[in-house]
Protein backbone atom coordinates (compact mmCIF):
# COMPACT_ATOMS: atom_id res chain seq x y z
CA UNK A 1 0.00 0.00 0.00
CA UNK A 2 1.67 3.33 -0.76
CA UNK A 3 1.90 5.82 1.58
CA UNK A 4 2.65 8.77 0.16
CA UNK A 5 0.96 8.80 -3.69
CA UNK A 6 1.69 11.32 -6.18
CA UNK A 7 -1.32 10.92 -8.96
CA UNK A 8 -0.09 12.95 -11.76
CA UNK A 9 2.74 11.48 -13.27
CA UNK A 10 3.37 15.08 -15.21
CA UNK A 11 2.67 18.56 -15.28
CA UNK A 12 3.65 21.28 -17.93
CA UNK A 13 3.47 24.50 -17.21
CA UNK A 14 4.25 28.15 -19.17
CA UNK A 15 7.48 29.78 -18.33
CA UNK A 16 6.44 32.89 -16.17
CA UNK A 17 3.56 30.92 -14.64
CA UNK A 18 2.80 29.16 -11.67
CA UNK A 19 3.88 25.27 -10.93
CA UNK A 20 1.96 23.36 -8.39
CA UNK A 21 2.55 19.86 -7.62
CA UNK A 22 0.20 17.83 -5.41
CA UNK A 23 1.28 14.77 -2.57
CA UNK A 24 -1.34 13.18 -0.48
CA UNK A 25 0.12 10.75 2.18
CA UNK A 26 -1.70 8.06 4.77
CA UNK A 27 0.77 7.23 7.36
CA UNK A 28 -0.80 10.10 10.04
CA UNK A 29 2.67 9.14 11.87
CA UNK A 30 4.50 10.84 9.26
CA UNK A 31 5.89 14.83 10.96
CA UNK A 32 8.55 15.77 8.42
CA UNK A 33 7.54 15.96 4.82
CA UNK A 34 10.22 17.34 2.02
CA UNK A 35 10.69 18.02 -1.72
CA UNK A 36 13.07 17.00 -4.05
CA UNK A 37 14.46 17.37 -7.54
CA UNK A 38 15.72 15.21 -10.12
CA UNK A 39 17.53 15.84 -13.21
CA UNK A 40 18.29 12.81 -15.57
CA UNK A 41 21.37 10.85 -14.59
CA UNK A 42 21.95 12.87 -11.27
CA UNK A 43 20.62 11.46 -7.55
CA UNK A 44 17.69 13.64 -6.47
CA UNK A 45 18.68 17.23 -4.81
CA UNK A 46 16.57 18.70 -1.40
CA UNK A 47 14.54 21.57 -2.31
CA UNK A 48 12.25 22.20 1.08
CA UNK A 49 11.01 20.49 4.02
CA UNK A 50 7.96 21.21 6.50
CA UNK A 51 7.29 20.05 9.45
CA UNK A 52 3.89 18.80 10.54
CA UNK A 53 3.49 21.53 13.40
CA UNK A 54 3.33 23.70 10.50
CA UNK A 55 1.35 24.58 7.66
CA UNK A 56 3.57 26.95 5.16
CA UNK A 57 7.16 26.88 4.36
CA UNK A 58 8.48 29.38 2.07
CA UNK A 59 12.10 29.29 0.34
CA UNK A 60 13.10 31.92 -2.57
CA UNK A 61 10.18 31.07 -5.37
CA UNK A 62 9.54 27.15 -3.31
CA UNK A 63 6.95 27.59 -1.07
CA UNK A 64 4.95 24.10 0.43
CA UNK A 65 1.97 24.27 1.74
CA UNK A 66 0.62 21.23 4.43
CA UNK A 67 -3.04 20.53 4.97
CA UNK A 68 -3.01 18.15 7.94
CA UNK A 69 -6.62 17.16 7.90
CA UNK A 70 -6.50 16.62 4.29
CA UNK A 71 -3.23 14.47 4.40
CA UNK A 72 -2.13 16.62 1.61
CA UNK A 73 0.72 18.74 0.42
CA UNK A 74 2.13 21.27 -2.44
CA UNK A 75 4.94 22.28 -3.60
CA UNK A 76 4.14 26.32 -5.47
CA UNK A 77 7.04 27.09 -7.63
CA UNK A 78 6.60 30.92 -8.90
CA UNK A 79 7.63 32.28 -11.03
CA UNK A 80 8.10 28.53 -12.97
CA UNK A 81 11.82 28.93 -14.91
CA UNK A 82 12.93 26.39 -17.68
CA UNK A 83 15.38 25.04 -15.27
CA UNK A 84 13.12 23.75 -13.07
CA UNK A 85 12.07 21.12 -15.61
CA UNK A 86 12.67 17.84 -13.60
CA UNK A 87 11.06 15.08 -11.95
CA UNK A 88 9.99 16.19 -7.77
CA UNK A 89 9.54 13.74 -5.43
CA UNK A 90 7.45 13.84 -2.33
CA UNK A 91 9.07 12.27 0.82
CA UNK A 92 7.64 12.37 4.14
CA UNK A 93 9.61 10.49 7.45
CA UNK A 94 8.27 9.63 10.88
CA UNK A 95 10.11 10.16 13.90
CA UNK A 96 8.49 8.63 15.95
CA UNK A 97 8.81 4.75 14.60
CA UNK A 98 12.26 3.64 14.42
CA UNK A 99 13.67 6.94 16.00
CA UNK A 100 12.84 8.35 12.67
CA UNK A 101 16.67 6.97 11.20
CA UNK A 102 14.10 4.26 9.12
CA UNK A 103 14.78 6.13 5.92
CA UNK A 104 12.28 8.51 3.94
CA UNK A 105 9.16 6.75 1.74
CA UNK A 106 9.07 8.60 -1.56
CA UNK A 107 6.05 9.33 -3.78
CA UNK A 108 6.24 7.87 -7.44
CA UNK A 109 7.19 11.61 -8.36
CA UNK A 110 6.11 13.95 -11.23
CA UNK A 111 7.30 15.74 -14.32
CA UNK A 112 7.24 18.74 -14.16
CA UNK A 113 7.91 20.48 -17.92
CA UNK A 114 8.21 23.95 -18.63
CA UNK A 115 7.15 25.41 -21.68
CA UNK A 116 8.77 28.59 -23.22
CA UNK B 1 27.63 18.86 -0.80
CA UNK B 2 28.15 15.91 1.78
CA UNK B 3 30.79 14.11 -0.76
CA UNK B 4 29.39 10.94 -1.62
CA UNK B 5 30.80 8.96 -4.44
CA UNK B 6 29.05 6.00 -5.92
CA UNK B 7 31.40 3.11 -7.34
CA UNK B 8 30.90 1.98 -10.25
CA UNK B 9 28.85 4.44 -11.93
CA UNK B 10 27.45 1.98 -14.70
CA UNK B 11 28.27 -2.18 -14.39
CA UNK B 12 26.59 -4.89 -16.37
CA UNK B 13 26.62 -8.15 -14.69
CA UNK B 14 25.18 -11.71 -15.76
CA UNK B 15 22.61 -13.41 -13.56
CA UNK B 16 23.57 -15.67 -11.12
CA UNK B 17 26.91 -13.73 -10.24
CA UNK B 18 27.31 -11.55 -7.21
CA UNK B 19 27.48 -7.73 -7.25
CA UNK B 20 29.08 -4.88 -4.47
CA UNK B 21 28.07 -1.75 -4.69
CA UNK B 22 30.21 0.86 -2.81
CA UNK B 23 29.26 4.07 -0.92
CA UNK B 24 31.84 6.67 0.26
CA UNK B 25 30.57 9.35 1.93
CA UNK B 26 33.28 12.48 3.54
CA UNK B 27 31.21 14.08 5.83
CA UNK B 28 31.15 11.89 8.77
CA UNK B 29 27.29 11.65 8.72
CA UNK B 30 25.61 8.99 11.26
CA UNK B 31 23.24 7.65 8.98
CA UNK B 32 23.45 6.05 5.66
CA UNK B 33 20.85 4.69 3.26
CA UNK B 34 20.54 2.36 0.31
CA UNK B 35 17.41 3.47 -2.83
CA UNK B 36 16.69 1.58 -5.63
CA UNK B 37 14.97 3.66 -8.54
CA UNK B 38 12.95 2.13 -10.71
CA UNK B 39 9.58 3.46 -13.39
CA UNK B 40 6.47 3.61 -12.03
CA UNK B 41 7.96 3.23 -8.32
CA UNK B 42 9.80 6.48 -7.74
CA UNK B 43 12.17 5.89 -4.93
CA UNK B 44 12.47 2.50 -2.56
CA UNK B 45 14.29 1.99 0.13
CA UNK B 46 16.59 -1.27 0.58
CA UNK B 47 18.34 -1.10 3.26
CA UNK B 48 19.79 1.47 6.20
CA UNK B 49 22.76 1.74 8.38
CA UNK B 50 22.56 4.36 12.00
CA UNK B 51 26.05 3.58 12.61
CA UNK B 52 29.06 1.59 12.03
CA UNK B 53 27.64 -2.26 12.33
CA UNK B 54 24.53 -0.77 12.57
CA UNK B 55 21.83 -1.57 10.06
CA UNK B 56 18.33 -2.72 8.94
CA UNK B 57 15.86 -3.73 6.45
CA UNK B 58 14.11 -1.23 4.36
CA UNK B 59 10.88 -2.26 2.25
CA UNK B 60 12.59 -4.38 -0.36
CA UNK B 61 15.30 -5.81 1.12
CA UNK B 62 14.64 -9.29 -0.45
CA UNK B 63 18.19 -10.67 -2.32
CA UNK B 64 20.09 -7.59 -0.62
CA UNK B 65 22.92 -7.11 1.93
CA UNK B 66 24.01 -4.54 3.54
CA UNK B 67 27.71 -3.65 5.48
CA UNK B 68 29.12 -0.74 7.18
CA UNK B 69 32.81 -1.59 8.88
CA UNK B 70 33.82 2.44 8.86
CA UNK B 71 31.44 5.58 9.23
CA UNK B 72 32.29 6.61 5.26
CA UNK B 73 31.89 3.63 3.25
CA UNK B 74 28.41 1.54 3.03
CA UNK B 75 28.50 -1.31 0.81
CA UNK B 76 25.20 -2.96 -1.19
CA UNK B 77 25.91 -6.87 -2.09
CA UNK B 78 23.65 -8.69 -4.16
CA UNK B 79 24.41 -12.37 -3.25
CA UNK B 80 23.09 -13.69 -6.33
CA UNK B 81 21.89 -11.02 -9.28
CA UNK B 82 18.53 -11.48 -10.81
CA UNK B 83 16.83 -9.53 -13.72
CA UNK B 84 14.71 -8.33 -11.43
CA UNK B 85 17.55 -5.97 -9.55
CA UNK B 86 18.26 -3.87 -12.40
CA UNK B 87 18.07 -0.44 -11.44
CA UNK B 88 19.70 2.72 -10.48
CA UNK B 89 20.85 2.64 -7.11
CA UNK B 90 21.46 5.28 -5.07
CA UNK B 91 22.79 5.97 -1.62
CA UNK B 92 21.82 8.69 0.16
CA UNK B 93 23.13 10.66 4.07
CA UNK B 94 22.61 12.50 6.52
CA UNK B 95 24.12 13.97 9.64
CA UNK B 96 20.00 13.94 11.55
CA UNK B 97 17.04 12.53 11.22
CA UNK B 98 13.82 14.37 10.96
CA UNK B 99 13.52 16.94 8.68
CA UNK B 100 16.74 17.37 7.52
CA UNK B 101 17.40 16.69 3.58
CA UNK B 102 18.80 13.70 2.78
CA UNK B 103 21.97 13.98 0.47
CA UNK B 104 22.20 11.68 -2.70
CA UNK B 105 25.32 9.86 -4.25
CA UNK B 106 24.61 10.39 -8.37
CA UNK B 107 23.66 6.55 -8.76
CA UNK B 108 24.87 3.38 -10.14
CA UNK B 109 23.36 1.67 -13.17
CA UNK B 110 23.03 -1.70 -12.80
CA UNK B 111 21.95 -4.12 -15.59
CA UNK B 112 21.84 -7.84 -14.73
CA UNK B 113 21.38 -9.58 -18.03
Known amino acids: DQQVKQNSPSLSVQEGRISILNCDYT??????FLWYKKYPAEGPTFLISISSIKDKNEDGRFTVFLNKSAKHLSLHIVPSQPGDSAVYFCAASASNTGGGADGLTFGKGTHLIIQP | DAGITQSPRHKVTETGTPVTLRCHQT?????MYWYRQDPGHGLRLIHY???????DKGEVSDGYSVSRSKTEDFLLTLESATSSQTSVYFC????????????FGSGTRLTVV
Open chain 2, 49 to 55: SYGVKDT
Open chain 2, 92 to 103: ATTPLIGGYGYT
Open chain 1, 27 to 32: NSMFDY
Open chain 2, 27 to 31: ENHRY
